[in-house]
């Protein structure tokens, strides 16, 4: 064996496609935001960054199914029929956004409201069902190269 041999991790996955990293200080969750029965935002409320000094890893290549989830979200927003349908059918569509992020969502060093490091979210849909709507929201612009900060550089 060569002495400049490099030691590899076997348990982290190789990508061809390499995961870039994103900063994560622009995340805001807004715990005062107001919703009317409607389900329309009637206040926003200030934003808490929750995730100042984090970032996350992800595959900057986007899935049919990741595209199928969002189109089905969006389409039941859009939608007329009764709430009860669309909260069925938006939480559907909000776990198949969720399975297909875990695929694309490779590291992160995310803590929680204690502070205490949330479990790696690649593969495990789970982790991510688990964040709120902002957090998971904010992941799905990264994922798109859409935060604010990435809207500031480009």
């Given amino acids: 064996m060569s002495t400049d041999a490099v030691s590899v991790d076997k348990t982290k996955p190789r990508f061809k496609i390499a995961p870039r990293r994103v900063k994560s200080d622009d995340c805001l969750i807004y715990p005062d935001r107001q919703v009317s029965d409607a389900g329309e935002i009637t206040s926003q ?52 956004l969720c399975q297909a992020l875990a695929d694309r969502v490779t590291a992160w060093n995310w803590t929680g409201n204690t502070g205490q490091p949330l479990p790696q979210p690649y593969k495990r849909p789970e982790v991510l069902t688990a964040l709120s709507n902002d957090e998971l929201m904010h992941l799905v612009q990264a994922a798109r190269g859409e935060t604010p900060d990435e809207r500031k550089k480009g």
């Avoid at 808490?48 to 984090?54: F, L, S, Y």
């Fill in 45 to 96: 409320g200030e934003g808490v960054a929750v995730h100042v000094g984090e970032w996350v890893e992800i595959l900057p290549v986007q899935s049919m199914r990741e595209l199928i989830a969002i189109g089905r979200i969006a389409s039941q927003v859009n939608s007329d029929t009764e709430m009860v349908d669309r909260a069925g059918q938006s939480g559907e569509g909000l776990y198949l």
